[in-house]
Structures are given as C-alpha cells and as structure tokens.
C-alpha cells in the first residue's frame, strides 16, 4: 500500500510526532490516494459518531467527494479524542507505514 519510491518512516519516528502532526500527514496521504475507507475506518472508531457509523456498516452510502469526506472527518477531530487517542494514533502510524 506504500507509494513507490517513498521512504517509509518507522514506527519510531511516527510515534514522536504529536497526534495533529499524525492526522496531518494521514489525511494528507489519504486525500493524495483518495482513500474514502481510511476516513470511513476513522469514523466508526470514534464513539459520538458511533450513530453515523452505524447507518449501514459500510462506505457506499458516502455520497459526497473524497475533499467533503475529509472535512466531515476533520470536524469530528477538532476536538480532545479521549481514551481513543492511542487507538487514533496507532491507525494513524499503520496507515503512514503502508500496513
């Protein structure tokens, strides 16, 4: 899943990065792929989107832009994430590794 021709950072690396950098560049990468089913991953994992998620378990009920996903998603991060900020981080660094 990583782009060729770029260097992938490790674990390390990531994990010293504030979680708003991690988001920053997830979503930046996600947008470049236009990777609706990270957004969607992100969504169900956070617990007041759990009725948004919840609709119908899937992604193919989005119907707005991959720029419109982002910022839905972005909204529902501007805000402190709680018990699920390791949770966020870890998805966060996997999907910056490629994994």
């Known amino acids: ?19 708003d950098e991690l988001r920053r560049r997830a ?9 609706v089913g ?5 969504i169900r ?12 378990g899937s992604s193919g009920n989005i119907t707005a832009g991959i720029a419109d996903v982002a910022e839905m998603v972005r909204e529902l991060f501007g805000r402190d994430l709680g018990d699920n900020e390791p949770l966020i981080r ?5 999907y910056l590794r490629g994994e």
């Open 1 to 19: 899943m990583t782009d060729p021709g770029v260097e992938v950072p490790s674990v390390e690396e990531l994990d010293a990065l504030s979680t």
């Open 27 to 35: 979503f930046e990468l996600a947008e470049h792929r236009r990777d």
């Open 38 to 42: 990270f957004f969607w991953d992100l």
């Open 45 to 56: 994992h956070l617990s007041p989107a759990e009725d948004i998620a919840s609709e119908d």
């Open 90 to 94: 870890a998805r966060f660094i996997s």
